[in-house]
């Protein structure tokens, strides 16, 4: 198997989009209260790195409906990150400018993801 065939996530641009927004996340909750270290910090850390993460792991699936799922399950964790960091902002923990920088992005991410999803299932002939 070729390098690039083996690590294919590694070539697409929402993959890497998606792993700054882990940078970006763990760089804002470096800020937050001691107090949420345990709660929205942690919950927040874990939903990003599960974009990235379940992008890597459906490219890694053999099965067109598993690399479908996954790519569902990334845009679910992706929905999850945006609620909880309008819930930082709304606890006074985020800038709206962050927030509405981040949001910016994330749609970004979103309509890649649907467009990665709808290439793969068109590609393969698929009605998932």
Same mark, same amino acid.
């Given at each position: 198997?070729?390098?690039?065939?083996?690590?294919?996530?590694?070539?697409? !641009?929402? +993959?890497?989009?998606?792993?700054?927004?882990?940078? #970006?996340?763990?760089?804002? /909750?470096? #800020?937050? &209260?001691?107090?949420?270290? +345990?709660?929205? /910090?942690?919950?927040?850390?874990?939903?990003?790195?599960?974009? &990235?993460?379940?992008?890597?792991?459906?490219?890694?699936?053999?099965?067109?409906?598993?690399?479908?799922?996954?790519?569902?399950?990334? +845009?679910?964790?992706?929905?999850?990150?945006?609620?909880?960091?309008?819930?930082?902002?709304?606890?006074? +923990?985020? &800038?709206?400018?962050?927030? %509405?920088? %981040?949001?910016?992005?994330?749609?970004?991410?979103?309509?890649?993801?649907?467009?990665?999803?709808? /290439?793969?299932?068109?590609? !393969?002939?698929?009605?998932?």
């Amino acid at each position: 198997m070729e390098k690039t065939q083996e690590f294919y996530y590694k070539n697409l !641009n929402v +993959y890497h989009l998606a792993k700054q927004m882990v940078v #970006d996340v763990y760089n804002y /909750t470096k #800020d937050f &209260p001691q107090q949420e270290l +345990y709660a929205l /910090t942690n919950q927040l850390q874990r939903a990003a790195i599960s974009v &990235p993460s379940n992008i890597a792991e459906g490219m890694g699936r053999f099965s067109v409906k598993e690399r479908v799922h996954f790519l569902e399950i990334a +845009y679910g964790s992706l929905m999850e990150v945006m609620c909880q960091l309008e819930i930082a902002e709304a606890l006074g +923990y985020l &800038p709206k400018e962050q927030l %509405q920088e %981040q949001e910016m992005r994330m749609s970004n991410i979103s309509k890649m993801l649907f467009g990665l999803k709808k /290439t793969i299932e068109e590609k !393969n002939n698929i009605n998932v």
